[in-house]
């Protein structure tokens, strides 16, 4: 039997559909507790398949220090951006990008700059990290600094890798969840406060999201692949650990059969 461990505080609906779609396809749900890190309680669920699904950091530790399997689909070194930008060039919604250090970057934003195609007054930075230790966002030449990364706040190394990317005009954005390689349910999302919209059941963001997962060498078994409207088409936005990821409105019930039936 599959057990889904939720961590559901992350979550706006306290995982009321997810959980609700796995007890009804006779799944297990158990509720995370932060407190097991400390104390060492975890509980024993080494007969069965386990997922959990909560924040980016519990489903980055739970992969690399639990027994449980699967654990967690994080698989976070194939999702940082300079393991999977290069491979998905044909689709991505940058057409050039560099990855730095931030405190090279901080140094000399210029030589960046010049790799992507030259002087800028505004360009675009994320994290190469899938944990995402700041959020993406559009910097000018004359802001550039570790506290304009963020710096301080949320991590303490000054050479976390960077990546620079033009800045590129961002239309309707939309999640897909990719259970082996098939895209098994999706929704269009707000960017603007990260709120759900529509379930999406096909059309042509579904097909360019299923010829993405058909052909990408998957990051994980399981994962999300979101897409936008660009530069007059569908781009490829970004891919995401599917145990840390919001589901937005994607349908519940197709995600937890598509993943019971894997037998991880």
């Known amino acids: ?95 050039n990008w560099c990855v730095r250090p931030a405190n090279e970057f901080v140094r000399d934003p210029d030589a960046a700059l010049s790799e992507i195609g030259g002087a800028r007054d505004d360009f675009f930075v994320r994290p190469d990290s899938p944990l995402k230790p700041f959020s993406g ?54 960017a603007e406060g990260r709120s759900e919209s529509v379930p999406l059941s096909g059309g042509a963001q579904w097909d360019f999201a299923q010829e993405i997962a058909h052909k990408l060498t998957p990051p994980d078994v399981v994962y999300t692949l979101d897409i936008c409207e660009s530069d007059g088409g569908l781009r490829l936005l970004e891919l995401n650990p599917f145990s840390g990821a919001d589901l937005y409105a994607c349908d519940r019930s197709a995600i937890v059969v598509a993943v019971g039936k894997l037998g991880v």
Not at 151 to 180: C, K, L, M, N, T
């Open 137 to 190: 966002r559009v910097l000018s030449r004359e802001s550039v600094s570790l506290e304009a990364l963020d710096h301080g706040f949320y991590y303490d190394d000054e050479s976390i890798p960077i990546v620079v990317a033009p800045i590129a005009a961002i239309g309707a954005e939309w999640r897909f969840v990719v259970v082996d390689r098939i895209v098994v349910a999706s929704c269009r999302y707000e």
């Open 1 to 95: 039997m599959l057990t889904w461990v939720l961590e559901s505080s992350v979550f706006e609906d306290g995982h009321a559909r997810l959980k609700q779609a796995a007890r009804n396809a006779c799944q297990k749900v158990i509720t995370w507790d932060d407190d097991w890190w400390s104390n060492g309680e975890f509980p024993d669920l080494s007969t069965g398949a386990v997922v959990f699904h909560g924040s980016l950091g519990n489903a980055a530790r739970v992969r690399a220090e639990l027994p449980w399997a699967p654990g967690a689909f994080c698989n976070t070194e194939a999702f940082v951006c300079s393991a999977w930008y290069p491979k998905a060039r044909e689709w991505l919604v940058h057409t």
